[in-house]
């Protein structure tokens, strides 16, 4: 009985020294990105539209990343602002040749069974074959961690041409006691043009909007897109 209620009482102890970690400038409800390290096309914005699509904070603000058209930040210079291992994103991110980016980080310390939140939310400007992943990093004691949150057609939530995920949230339980970092990329593939958004909030948002084209609109849809994408890549 009594070392039974000794584990009991452990186990307590243990349960209540877990804690729900709030990372500085959590929501970005100062209206920027400070707290963070930040790469590439990153800032902190309210309500936006990409093409059909309405996006919301949970309050006044959020942090958009773009894949960016054209600018960015390599791949190569991403593993190295997330402090990564040369070759986690070029190597571990789904189908396609990753070119460039953005990505968003922000360092903290906790206890093992401490837990981080962020929601997120993906809206893709391009079409298959171009993927262009969304992802998480965490990096700590013996971690390193990728996670692909969303893509177009191979890779966490796939949302099609032009689609756009629902707000949804990323948690992290801490292993062990230490420092960490946590981090979030989107990235383009195969080429450097029509990006991929990122959103990021400490609670979830709004996402409305993104009529899905008939099937005759989608046919002269794809001959146009033929015909761009000679455009594209010369």
């Known amino acids: 009985m009594i070392r039974w209620m000794l584990a009991f009482s452990l186990g307590c102890v243990a349960a209540s020294q877990a804690a729900v970690i709030t990372l500085t400038n959590h929501g970005f409800e100062l209206g920027n990105v400070s707290g963070w390290s930040t790469s590439g ?6 309500t936006t539209v990409i093409n059909s699509w309405t996006v919301g904070p949970t309050g006044s603000y959020m942090a958009i990343l773009s894949s960016t058209d054209g600018g960015g930040s390599s791949v190569a210079s991403l593993e190295s602002f997330f402090g990564v291992t040369t070759g986690l994103l ?33 809206v893709a400007t391009d079409y298959n074959p171009f993927n262009d992943p969304a992802f ?22 796939t949302v099609g ?11 992290y339980v801490l292993p062990s006691a230490g420092n960490y970092r946590l981090g979030f990329g989107v990235v383009n593939t ?7 958004y990122l959103f990021l909030d400490a609670a979830p948002g709004t996402l409305t909007g993104g009529e899905i084209p008939e099937p005759g609109t989608l046919a002269l849809l794809g001959a146009g897109l033929a015909a761009i994408g000679l455009l594209r890549r010369r």
């Open 161 to 171: 041409s032009y689609g756009a995920t629902g707000w949804h949230a990323f948690t």
């Open 41 to 46: 096309d990153v800032s902190a914005a309210g």
């Open 136 to 157: 998480a990093v965490v990096t700590g004691p013996g971690v390193e961690q990728l996670t692909v949150l969303a893509s177009i057609w191979n890779g966490g939530s």
């Open 190 to 196: 195969n080429d450097e043009i029509v990006p991929g």
């Open 90 to 122: 070029s190597g571990g991110l789904p189908p396609g040749s990753a070119t460039n980016g953005s990505g968003i980080y922000q360092d903290f310390s906790g206890n093992a069974g401490d837990t981080v939140t962020m929601y997120w939310a993906y």
